[in-house]
């Protein structure tokens, strides 16, 4: 048998545990039925699998296999510590960004927000104005998808028959979610708990969508696993080095095909009666910078310093200068046994991703196409 039917098995064996580690599945049916008929198999023994594939020829399949050792261990009741477990899942060491930095942004954040009152009043005060009204979301990001998906395909391109189709949805964890179906295909959630805001949802939709996670799949599904054969692309697994390069890939999604996200949000909101500040945006999207690395010092308090989970949703607050609800949403994400290790990989995915492609959309075209791991990019 080879390491990627090995992969794929190791892959399926470990949803039986837990069906939240395979983020999509479109691979050989047979396989799946096959594997969800069997006995379920050990913890232990999956491991021991896992170590056994990290010794495989193929860097990928290496790389991916030493992330699911730490899943399968987790599973087994092993107590793995914090900085271990997302180096050993992402193969990046979790980094501690200096509060100063975060201090440095509120100044400027200081300078540029309306007056009157706290500063993290004024921020979500001045968040709140840009939010799109309910009865607008749809159409609003229906269109921005419309819009980007055109400059995805022109400079960059589509695989041909690729489609995509969006949802509201509430009661969820996160903002948005991209449900890879298989066949060149995603179903995007957007969570309406908190309310859809100009200032992100240009950014949202190119995450998701395009150049984001579903260009990413669609490509990768039609080049790797239907063209190449490679059947280790057909499932996508959390806990894994595929995500820090997906994550890296969504977040730099927007600044890959638009020169001026906040001015491109303006001009499709306008079109429906929706006003929106591109110019201050942008100066406060520039301030705020580093507080995008507040959740990932979070995550650390909480799990290196020992932190409670109301310390670290006041840690939130104060340096994310996020809402009670935001913050509550934030800190319960890194509380999740998945998600805990996994917020690293949007803003280190990014940092990687980025410097690696260095502007260069032939570059980016190969993060969507290719089989790459944090390592090929260091």
Request: net charge negative; charged share 30%; glycine share 6%.
């Amino acid at each position: 048998m080879s390491a990627a039917e090995r992969y794929l098995e190791l892959c399926l064996r470990l949803r039986r545990h837990d069906e939240d580690f395979v983020d999509a599945y479109f691979g050989p049916a047979d396989l799946a039925q096959r594997i969800e008929a069997e006995p379920l198999v050990e913890p232990e023994k999956l491991a021991a699998e896992a170590r056994s594939l990290a010794e495989a020829d193929s860097p990928y399949v290496s790389a991916q296999a030493r992330g699911l050792e730490i899943l399968a261990r987790k599973l087994a009741g092993e107590e793995i510590g914090y900085a271990e477990e997302v180096e050993g899942c992402y193969g990046l060491r979790p980094k501690r960004v200096p509060e100063e930095r975060f201090e440095e942004a509120h100044r400027e954040l200081d300078a540029i927000l309306p007056p009157g009152g706290t500063l993290a009043e004024r921020h979500a005060r001045w968040r709140e104005s840009w939010v799109v009204p309910e009865d607008r979301v749809p159409a609003a990001l229906q269109a921005l998808n419309e819009r980007l998906r055109e400059r995805t395909e022109e400079l960059i391109g589509l695989p041909e028959g690729e489609s995509t189709e969006l949802e509201l949805v509430t009661g969820e964890h996160w903002t948005a979610y991209n449900y890879y179906l298989g066949g060149l295909k995603s179903r995007v959630a957007v969570n309406t708990d908190v309310p859809v805001n100009a200032v992100n949802v240009g950014g949202l939709v190119a995450h998701e969508l395009y150049p984001g996670h579903h260009t990413e799949r669609a490509w990768k599904e039609q080049l790797l696993y239907l063209e190449r054969g490679l059947l280790e692309e057909s499932v996508v697994m959390y806990g894994t080095p595929q995500s820090v390069i997906s994550e890296g890939i969504a977040e730099l999604a927007i600044e890959m095909v638009v020169d001026d996200e906040d001015a491109l949000v303006a001009e499709v909101l306008g079109e429906w009666g929706i006003e929106y500040d591109a110019d201050t945006a942008a100066r406060v999207r520039r301030a705020r910078e580093p507080l995008e690395r507040v959740p990932n010092n979070a995550a650390l308090v909480l799990h290196e310093d020992g932190a409670s989970p109301e310390d670290a949703k006041t840690y939130v607050k104060r340096w994310w200068l996020a809402t009670e609800t935001r913050a509550k949403q934030m800190v319960d994400f890194v509380l999740d046994p998945i998600g805990r290790a996994y917020i690293t990989t949007y803003t280190d995915g990014y940092d990687l991703c980025r410097d690696w492609v260095g502007g260069d959309l032939a570059r980016f075209k190969r993060l969507l196409t290719e089989q790459l791991t944090p390592a090929d990019l260091t």
